[in-house]
């Protein structure tokens, strides 16, 4: 299938996509600040920059979007039908950079927990919410 739109409107649509204080990373923050966790956020000096950082428990929480991170057997995750190699062998780097991002993290001893963006709709942010609660004090 072709692209519909000319690549200077295509430019433009993702030049809007951005990579901080996303909505499912403001949602995130803000459901932990309500339940009194505090934290730093998008911390550059570690590997990877995570979302968000939980110094007190040694926790890290990185907000995925299931597009760009490749959710496997997630709606959202469907390669476009054009230009479908770029677009494989971008997500495929990606995974692989955050594989290795985890692996470093993991050796300096945080604990690196993943929320994906689906994960967050209305039916499943609850029991969302209660899981990363349970994974952040399962480190105390």
Known sequence: MVDTISKEQR???????????TK???????LLFRRGYRFRICQPC???????VLKKYKSVIFVH?????????????????????????KIKRNKERFAE??????????????IWECELT???????????VSQIQARN
């Open 101 to 114: 991002v985890k692996r470093q993290l993991e050796l300096e001893g945080w604990k690196v927990i993943v």
């Open 65 to 89: 979007g299931c597009f760009w991170h490749g959710h496997d057997n997630c709606k959202n995750a469907r390669i476009p039908k054009s230009n479908v190699e770029f677009w494989t062998n």
């Open 46 to 52: 570690l590997p990877g920059k995570p979302d968000i």
């Open 122 to 132: 209305k039916g499943k942010i609850e029991k969302t919410i209660q899981d990363l």
């Open 24 to 30: 499912p990373e403001i949602l995130v923050r803000s």
């Open 11 to 21: 430019s433009a649509t993702m030049a809007k996509v951005h990579s901080k204080n």
